[in-house]
């Protein structure tokens, strides 16, 4: 038998119910999705009771899964509130940036003025916009595309055509 320890089985074992989960909610969304809106009370609930009593560490898997579920819950509830609002296209927008802005972020991750909670601000704030400004920079030219990023092609390029048959 495999320790829990190595490979990361022990984390496998927790967060496999919640993939499996999130498998069979597609496979049947369409018949659930309608019922949503009437658990986000109860999740709100649920979710303000347990979480601040685990949010150290959760000893209980039972008290886990009820947390993930009533959050998961939460905010699939806020976004179909917020589905045609600016706020979704700014998300949609560093969504599909993230992996830029996570590379270049670690070029300027102690700029920050202040101390304490003021600097952890600051250096978010500046640490965001320096890797937006790196990220589109570095998407101008093909060279820093394909060896920052993986990519190819500029966005929107490609068509939806496969780059490889």
């Given at each position: 038998m495999i320790p829990k320890d190595n490979f990361g089985i022990g984390r496998l074992q927790i967060y496999f119910p919640i993939f499996a989960l999130g498998y069979?909610?597609?496979?049947?969304?369409?018949?659930?999705?309608?019922?949503?809106?009437?658990?986000?009370?109860?999740?709100?609930?649920?979710?303000?009771?347990?979480?601040?009593?685990y949010n150290v560490i959760i000893d209980n898997i039972i008290i886990f899964y009820l947390?993930?579920?009533?959050?998961?819950?939460?905010?699939?509830?806020?976004?179909q509130m917020l589905k045609n609002t600016k706020i979704i296209e700014v998300l949609g927008y560093f969504g599909n940036k993230s992996l830029e802005i996570y590379l270049c972020q670690c070029l300027c991750l102690n700029i920050g003025i202040g101390?304490?909670?003021?600097?952890?601000?600051?250096?978010?704030?500046?640490?965001?916009?320096?890797?937006?400004?790196?990220?589109?920079?570095?998407?101008?030219?093909?060279?820093?595309?394909?060896?920052?990023?993986?990519?190819?092609?500029?966005?929107?390029?490609?068509?939806?055509?496969?780059?490889?048959k």
């Open positions: 069979y909610v597609g496979m049947y969304f369409e018949k659930i999705k309608k019922y949503l809106k009437y658990l986000m009370l109860p999740s709100i609930i649920v979710y303000f009771l347990t979480f601040p009593i947390i993930s579920i009533s959050a998961i819950i939460i905010l699939y509830n806020l976004l101390t304490g909670t003021i600097r952890i601000i600051t250096i978010f704030i500046t640490a965001t916009l320096i890797s937006l400004i790196l990220t589109n920079v570095s998407n101008k030219f093909y060279f820093t595309r394909l060896i920052l990023y993986g990519k190819f092609r500029k966005n929107g390029e490609n068509n939806g055509k496969l780059l490889f």
